[in-house]
């Protein structure tokens, strides 16, 4: 199993950006998935998750009504949009999957991205 993370990018203060991460192996559709977010000198905190069937999403409090998860599993892509984006906000943003999960944890990860940089200039 693979996860390639893009879309990060330089963005200011109130921007956007779109983040996907593709899933290259079998079954996607059995896994939750994930964004985790981690900033320099802090440790990787939880940002979102999507239910396997994409039914149910959840959010860290920082990010509710300005960040969105979805996934397509025709694709084998989970997204990630960011809306009025905060300095900090700025982070690497990391794709995360859990077999046969509900809600991502850091602890139920299977396998991690390698990562795409935000940073929102102020």
């Known amino acids: 199993v693979q996860l390639v993370e893009s879309g990060g990018g330089l963005v200011q203060a109130g921007g956007s950006l779109r983040l996907s991460c593709t899933y290259s192996g079998p079954t996607f559709d059995t896994y939750a998935m994930g964004w985790f977010r981690q900033a320099p000198g802090k440790e990787r905190e939880f940002v979102a998750s999507?239910?396997?069937?994409?039914?149910?999403?959840y959010y860290h409090d920082s990010v509710k009504g300005r960040f969105a998860i979805s996934r397509d599993n025709a694709k084998n892509t989970v997204y990630l949009q960011m809306n009025s984006l905060k300095p900090e906000d700025t982070a690497v943003y990391y794709c995360?999957?859990?077999?046969?999960?509900?809600?991502?944890?850091?602890?139920?990860?299977?396998?991690w991205g390698q990562g795409t940089q935000v940073t929102v200039s102020s």
């Open positions: 999507i239910s396997w069937r994409g039914s149910s999403t």
């Open positions: 995360a999957a859990d077999r046969f999960g509900t809600v991502v944890t850091f602890s139920r990860v299977d396998y």
